[in-house]
T-cell receptor, first 111, second 113 residues
Framework: SQTIHQWPATLVQPVGSPLSLECTVEGTSNPNLYWYRQAAGRGLQLLFY??????ISSEVPQNLSASRPQDRQFILSSKKLLLSDSGFYLC??????????FGPGTRLTVT | AQKVTQAQTEISVVEKEDVTLDCVYE???????LFWYKQPPSGELVFLIRRNSFDEQNEISGRYSWNFQKSTSSFNFTITASQVVDSAVYFCALGDSNYQLIWGAGTKLIIKP
């Protein structure tokens, strides 16, 4: 069966510091991968998605970036965090189709 | 435009009551998919159901049922005999022709004991 891992679970970072969130998927190959952000009490905002190694599509211009160095690894990064980057970050994977399966998420607080 | 509307921001019912969560969608595609996800307080989104546009049969899974009506562009979700563990935010989503999900804003469901 497929499993998706995200870490860390929670993170508190000062403004201006770098960020690296990692997501890995087990039990499948060539998945679509997604990064979402959810502000407190709000809906889901798609940040990035990837259909293959090195292929990243950005949905929202911001100071975040994503990379996919391996087939089942998806990394979300920032060089300098802003207060507005606080939120709940969710990684998801999907087969070459529609449904998406989510990881446990990372709660990021920028202070 | 592709859009999903969940007009109910928050619903509160007493345990054992039936509750229906509404979802209305807009799409230009003739082939599309509709989804429901559950987000409990822990935060992780749980996939509940996928329905494609050619299958209008209602789906039942235990206490959960889904009513898909193309004529009204709706895909409503009913929980029968609600339980406290059903308390969560529920999201409806539409899969577009680019395999992206267009999300509704979510409905927060509170089940009171």
């Amino acid at each position: 069966s497929q499993t998706i891992h995200q870490w860390p679970a929670t993170l508190v970072q000062p403004v201006g510091s770098p960020l690296s969130l990692e997501c890995t998927v087990e039990g499948t190959s060539n998945p679509n991968l997604y990064w979402y952000r959810q502000a407190a009490g709000r809906g889901l905002q798609l940040l990035f998605y990837s259909v293959g190694i090195g292929q990243i599509s950005s949905e929202v211009p911001q100071n975040l970036s994503a990379s996919r160095p391996q087939d089942r690894q998806f990394i979300l990064s920032s060089k300098k965090l802003l207060l507005s980057d606080s939120g709940f970050y969710l990684c998801a994977w999907g087969p070459q189709g529609y449904e998406q399966y989510f990881g446990p998420g990372t709660r990021l607080t920028v202070t | 435009a592709q859009k999903v509307t969940q007009a109910q921001t928050e619903i509160s019912v007493v345990e054992k009551e039936d509750v229906t969560l509404d979802c209305v969608y807009e799409t230009r595609d003739t082939t599309y998919y509709l989804f429901w996800y559950k987000q409990p307080p822990s935060g992780e989104l749980v996939f509940l159901i996928r329905r494609n546009s050619f299958d209008e049969q209602n789906e039942i899974s235990g206490r959960y049922s889904w009513n898909f009506q193309k004529s009204t562009s709706s895909f409503n979700f009913t929980i029968t005999a609600s339980q406290v563990v059903d308390s969560a935010v529920y999201f409806c989503a539409l899969g577009d022709s680019n395999y992206q999900l267009i999300w509704g804003a979510g409905t927060k469901l509170i089940i009171k004991p």
